[in-house]
């Protein structure tokens, strides 16, 4: 090869340019891997940025692994790969846990500390920012707010649908008419399933998210905090022609705190689906990982997206769990579980 490499600028009229300062042609990335590594070896970026070198590796059949901080950079990564014909199959692990467990030791501990100690420092700290008292005497609510109760989910695990059953018993027990929710990461499936038995036993749940702000001391210092509720979406399962064939229409998806939303965003907004970037279907969902059965996303140049998903034809009579994930144009995640009886 030689010293001067015949290489497409991305610039002017170029379809590739996005106008990030660093951005690098996938033609530059093609080159420098096809001479350093050989089919089946492992690439690795840990600043994949919007995924430039994944897409390399992943064209010219090498194995790989992308790291970045920003959901942004994921988001966009993810739909890079998927735009590309016959990619193989990937996951998306979130390491966001470690990092708080980090935050959590240093914020909180000291060698005097025991766990518990840590423990109770953190919740009266998110408890605080949320405007909440700290409650004494309960198992699993640990705060009030005005007239709800107030529970916070561990640092290190997602809240499940058995915990929030927990605090929902106590609040029964307590004559308690309101239930709020506060966790870094939920159960799959669990926001409408909860809501929905929440209301069953005439408690009002709000689940919220804590805000990766609250590891920043400046955003904590300035206020600039601000916990919101889950998204959650509505969904049309009917039966096509097919014998044990059914489609999936994606009827409403809702973010309730808009008013968080940045106004030059939210002026762009005109229906509910313009929030929607993309979204996937598990027409099995094993509550495991997330198969993805079928997907309909916006793309750079194509913005329209599909709501009704293509027929899915089941092979056996059964009941079966649909998994329907929303990932919106701020790049998070909105799942819930629909069970289907096939006949």
Same mark, same amino acid.
């Given at each position: ?143 009030? !707010?005005?007239?709800?109760? =107030?529970?916070?989910? #561990? $640092? *290190?695990?997602?809240?499940?649908? +058995? ?107 005109? !229906?509910?689906?313009?929030? =929607?970037?993309?979204? #996937? $279907? *598990?027409?099995?969902?094993?509550? +495991? ?55």
């Amino acid at each position: 090869m030689r010293d001067v490499w015949d290489i497409p600028h991305v610039l002017g009229a170029n379809p590739e340019r996005v106008d990030f300062p660093t951005q690098k042609p996938v033609a530059l990335l093609e080159r420098i891997l096809f001479g350093s590594s050989n089919p089946g070896d492992l690439v690795v970026d840990f600043f994949c940025g919007s995924g430039t070198t994944l897409v390399a590796a992943e064209k010219l059949d090498r194995r790989w692994i992308g790291c970045d901080l920003s959901r942004y950079a994921i988001h966009v990564t993810r739909k890079r790969l998927m735009d590309i014909p016959n990619a193989s199959p990937f996951e998306i692990f979130n390491l966001g846990q470690y990092e708080r467990q980090v935050w959590q030791g240093i914020t909180f501990g000291d060698k005097k500390r025991t766990q518990q100690m840590l423990v109770f420092e953190y919740l009266k700290f998110i408890l605080e920012l949320y405007g909440a008292q700290p409650l004494a005497g309960t198992q699993h609510l640990h705060g009030k !707010k005005g007239r709800a109760v =107030v529970h916070v989910g #561990a $640092v *290190d695990a997602p809240v499940t649908i +058995d915990e929030i059953n927990a605090c929902l018993a106590e609040c029964k027990a307590m004559k308690q008419k309101e239930l709020h929710v506060l966790g870094w990461e939920w159960e799959m499936g669990l926001a409408n399933l909860m809501v929905g038995q929440a209301k069953a036993q005439r408690i009002k749940l709000l689940l919220l998210a804590i805000p990766r702000e609250v590891m920043e001391q400046q955003a904590v210092e300035k206020g600039d905090i601000h916990f919101y509720e889950l998204a959650y979406l509505e969904v049309e399962i009917k039966p096509s022609r097919k014998k044990r064939s059914f489609r999936v229409t994606l009827t409403d998806f809702v973010i309730p705190n808009d008013e968080l939303i940045p106004p030059e965003v939210r002026e762009k907004i005109r !229906k509910w689906s313009d929030y =929607v970037d993309y979204w #996937a $279907v *598990d027409w099995d969902f094993q509550n +495991d990982t997330f198969v993805n059965g079928w997907t309909s996303y916006r793309t750079r140049r194509d913005r329209t997206l599909q709501l009704k998903t293509d027929p899915h034809v089941y092979d056996a009579p059964g009941t079966y769990r649909i998994l329907v994930k929303v990932i919106d144009i701020f790049g998070n995640d909105t799942s819930q579980v629909f069970a289907l009886q096939a006949p």
